[in-house]
Nanobody
Framework: QVELEESGGGLVQAGGSLRLSCVKSGRTFGPYTMAWFRQAPGKEREFASGVNWATGSTNYEDSVKGRFTVSRDNAKNTVYLQMNSLKPEDTAVYYC????????????????WGQGTRVTVSS
């Protein structure tokens, strides 16, 4: 059974940076995807970024391209989200998610979630 644990959220001023981490535990078989979603108050959970664990290929939502970088550390079973040039509209709870199979961008395609970590960007 896969479990995820995020860390790294916090309060930052606009233009600042944060790095989120998500540690995966449990065995997996076959290809899988690790992704970051975010949910702002009153809004639907949306895809921010993801990585195909086997190939390292990545995907980004348009509003974070060029500012966010997703990466993985195989030895540590950890996926990271480096967030630079943060904006107030990035304020949300960020969730790490696991999907057995190839990358999808809709939250309903993911079966395992972390508890979420809050990111607040002040103007």
């Amino acid at each position: 059974q896969v479990e995820l644990e995020e860390s790294g959220g916090g309060l930052v001023q606009a233009g600042g940076s944060l790095r989120l981490s998500c540690v995966k535990s449990g065995r997996t078989f076959g290809p899988y995807t690790m992704a970051w979603f975010r949910q702002a108050p009153g809004k639907e959970r949306e895809f921010a970024s993801g990585v195909n664990w086997a190939t390292g290929s990545t995907n980004y939502e348009d509003s974070v391209k060029g500012r966010f970088t997703v990466s993985r550390d195989n030895a540590k079973n950890t996926v990271y989200l480096q967030m630079n040039s943060l904006k107030p509209e990035d304020t949300a709870v960020y969730y790490c998610a696991f999907r057995a199979g190839f990358m999808r961008t809709y939250w309903n395609e993911y079966g395992v979630w972390g508890q979420g970590t809050r990111v607040t960007v002040s103007s």
